[in-house]
Structure formats: C-alpha cells, structure tokens
C-alpha cells in the first residue's frame, strides 16, 4: 500500500532530497506505510530508507540519516488514517445509529470500528474488525490505551446481541492484548434482562481476571429513540432496575477496590439518575478514566465549580444581568443547584434554568449531547431569554469556539448563527467545565 504526501515542510530532511507534495510514500526501512500509526512509528529511527514514487510513476528511494531519532522528516498528509474508515460490521440490537431518523446528515450514519480512531481520539472499538496483522501492529507498536465495546463476555450471548458470528470468537483478543500489557478501558452498554442481572456480574469477573491490564469498566444504559421501526423489541431501564445494577456494580466494586485498592467498574451517570440516587462523590471516580460514557462527569463538573469559586477571585456585578441555562432533563439538577449558588453569590444576577424535552429522538433521551438546534429553538422562542443564552459544547458538532462556523452546528445541521437569529440573543456555549461556566457568565456584563 502507498499514501499521498500533501505537504512537505521546507527546509526538513524530505524538502533537502527533493521530495514533493503529491508524491507517493511507499515504505520506510522495508515496512509499507498504511497510515499516521505506520508513518510515526517506522519513521522513529536515526537511519531511514525511503521508499516513494513521483507524479510521473517513477519509483525512487532515499537515504535520511536524523541527528535524533525523534526528529521529524517533514511530511504532511491529508488525513490521519490515509485510507477510509473502517466501517462497523455488526448489527447490534441496541445501536442508537439505527434508531437514527431519516433525513440527517450522511455523516451521523456512519458506523466506525476502527481501531486507530480509538488510539487517535479514544473511539471504542469492538475488535470484529480486527485481523491478525492488526492485533500484532497494536502489540509492536504498544498502541495503549485501546477502548473496546465489551457488552458481555459470554461469547454466545454476544454473537446474539452483536448479530456477528464473530462476535464471540473475538473476545480472544481481549486476552490477547492483555497479557501483551495493552491498557484496556472497557464499555457495557446494558440492555435490561439480556446482559444485565447475572450476565453483568460473570462479565465483571472475567474482565477482572485481566486487571491490570483492564484498566475500566464503564456501564452505561441503553438509548432507546422513538424511532425503532422494524428493531428487535427492547425496553428500557426503570427506577427499580436502574438501581438493581448500580448495586451489583457498586457491590463488585467495593470489594475490588478492598482487594486492589481501585474500584475498576464504574456505573454512569444516567443509571444513577434514573433510579434517583445521589450520584457519588468525587474522589470515587479516581482517574475519570470512562468521562466519554458520562461516568462522573457531574460529580467532576460539581468539584470544579465549587472549586472555582473557592480559589478564585470573583469581580462583582456593575450591572444588573439575565442569563438562561438551557440543558437536558437529565442534568437540569445539577445545573439548577449551579445556578441558584451563582445568584446567591453574585447580587443582581439572575439565571433561569431550563430543561429541553427531546420532541426528536423522544423523552426517554434526556442527555444535552443529543438535542437538536431546533427543540432548543421551538421551545425557547417567545420567551425573555435576558442578555445571553447559555448551552453546553455537547450540543454542538464542533468544539467551540472555532473559526470554522461551519463546525458550530446542531444536530439537525442548525447552525449556532441560525438559533441566535430565532431566539434573538447571544448563544454562548459552555465546556462540561465549572470554571468555564463562571468565567462566561462574568463575561456576559
């Protein structure tokens, strides 16, 4: 395999040997370059042969001799991958893609399982796609961590939920890279009276034989849209079940952390709220090593607020301000209890705190990450906002703020510029961060 050079640095190694930008690198030292993975980590020796073919389809090569091996020969690429994205081949009972209505955006249909988007930006992965080459490239080049969607270690029970016949078969190589010292962050998406009860806790076990190596194991509830036309039947999780699995995760996990001195299984956020139940403190989520499945991300965003206002010089108010707090129903709590400190804090400040309904995807979806542009939009309009809307980043496609407008959209493809010219007021996006909430309301005056 070959990929296309886009931009070569001047002055660097490759510019002095006369390489371009549409020239095609072949190999280094013999090894075929397939992606950023085989660039960076061939590349990371002082003597190198290079390998490559020019826009005519002449093949040459190269001798680079680098003063440290860490140096950068100076090539650019148009992507971190170099080819297409590893697509997910399996049809699992539970995907929130296929409960996706019709009339998005192409991209949001994509399926990934790819093993470097894990290394890259911490995608999980469910190792069908992976093959014996792939497994001893991840070993070679110690690609760690690597996250993996577990859902259950009872191989047959897998196959049926992932619709895969490698499904099961594939957990080999969970064992694989573990005893390879890979770190392993884990997900369990439950599905009520399929993977949960009994299932749940021969899954802990048998991940926990693979400590340390495991390093996490995330438990998070389904998602169960409105849009389920022609799915299996599932059901979701009630008060009583929701709490049947946080005691059978928090009972494993106390004990583990009595033995090793870390809890390894973490339930999320969600399950936590839909049996009522305070969410634990801070110090019980340790690392936050699971924060993408929404395992203490209110208990971190809680300590860091009430950080922030302990440490941190607070101007007052010069002049009276109303702000708005649009969130999910899910953290409308925690958001309230943010706000009503800010306003017994700051004197002339007023926050209303509203809790979107997801009308799109339906009102068992409670997170902020999954509202559209235009529930926000419908269920805001006409009503006085005061100075600034505030909402959080997760709304968003993008990371705010961004030069590039085109990233600040919304679900449905509403862009952050479009709300505001419906709502007519100043939207200010807000990371999942205590700080950033009390920096940007001090802006707003």
Same mark, same amino acid.
Request: proline residues 2%; hydrophobic residues 45%.
């Given at each position: 395999m070959s990929v296309v050079i886009t931009q070569v640095e001047k002055k660097s190694l490759c510019d002095k040997h006369g390489v371009s930008s549409r020239h095609t690198l072949i190999s280094i030292n013999d090894h075929e370059i397939a992606d950023i993975l085989d660039y960076q980590f061939y590349a990371c020796? =002082?003597?190198?042969?290079? =390998?490559?073919?020019?826009?005519?389809?002449?093949?040459y090569s190269i001798r680079l001799k680098k003063k440290d091996e860490y140096d950068d020969i100076g090539l650019g690429f148009q992507t971190y991958l170099m080819d297409k994205k590893h697509s997910c081949k399996n049809k699992c009972i539970f995907c929130f893609v296929d409960q996706l209505p019709k009339g998005m955006r192409e991209s949001l249909y994509f399926k990934d399982d790819d093993e470097r988007l894990s290394f890259f930006f911490g995608n999980y992965i469910t190792l069908t796609n992976l093959s014996q080459r792939d497994v001893e490239r991840i070993i070679e080049m110690h690609i760690s961590p690597v996250k993996i969607s577990v859902h259950t270690m009872n191989p047959d029970l897998r196959v049926t939920m992932m619709k895969n016949k490698?499904?099961?078969?594939?957990?080999?190589?969970?064992?694989?890279?573990?005893?390879?010292g890979i770190e392993l962050n884990t997900q369990l998406v439950l599905c009520p009276g399929i993977n949960d009860g009994e299932e749940l806790k021969y899954t802990l076990s048998e991940l926990a034989k693979l400590y340390p190596s495991v390093k996490s194991i995330a438990a998070v509830p389904l998602g169960l849209t409105e849009h389920r036309e022609g799915l299996c039947e599932l059901k979701g999780y009630t008060k009583e079940t929701a709490g049947q699995t946080i005691d059978i995760i928090e009972e494993f996990s106390n004990n583990?952390?009595?033995?090793?001195g870390t809890r390894l299984a973490f339930s999320a956020d969600e399950f936590y709220i839909q049996a009522g139940r305070e969410i634990p403190p801070y110090d019980f989520y340790e690392d936050f090593s699971q924060l993408e499945n929404g395992v203490g991300?209110?208990?971190?965003?809680?300590?860091?607020?009430?950080?922030?206002?302990?440490? =941190?010089k607070l101007k007052s108010l010069q002049n009276?301000? =109303?702000?708005?707090?649009?969130t999910g129903v899910a953290a409308y709590p925690l958001i309230s209890e943010i706000a009503q400190k800010l306003?017994?804090?700051?004197?002339?400040?007023t926050i209303d705190v509203v809790a979107i309904k997801n009308d799109f995807f339906g009102h068992s979806i409670t997170v902020a990450g999954l509202i559209t542009g235009k529930d926000l939009t419908n269920q805001l309009r006409g009503k006085n906002l005061g100075n600034a809307l505030m909402i959080p980043c997760a709304m968003l496609k993008g990371t705010y703020p961004q030069d590039d407008s085109a990233d600040n959209v919304f679900l449905d493809d509403m862009t952050l510029n479009q709300a505001q010219d419906i709502l007519g007021v100043k939207i200010i996006p807000l990371q999942n961060d205590g700080y950033d909430i009390i920096t940007k309301i001090l802006e707003v005056e």
């Open positions: 020796e =002082k003597k190198l042969e290079l =390998k490559l073919q020019n826009e005519k389809g002449k093949i490698n499904a099961g078969e594939s957990l080999k190589i969970i064992k694989i890279l573990a005893d390879a583990f952390f009595n033995q090793y991300m209110w208990a971190l965003l809680k300590q860091e607020f009430y950080d922030c206002l302990a440490n =941190k009276p301000i =109303k702000i708005t707090m649009a306003q017994e804090i700051f004197q002339g400040l």
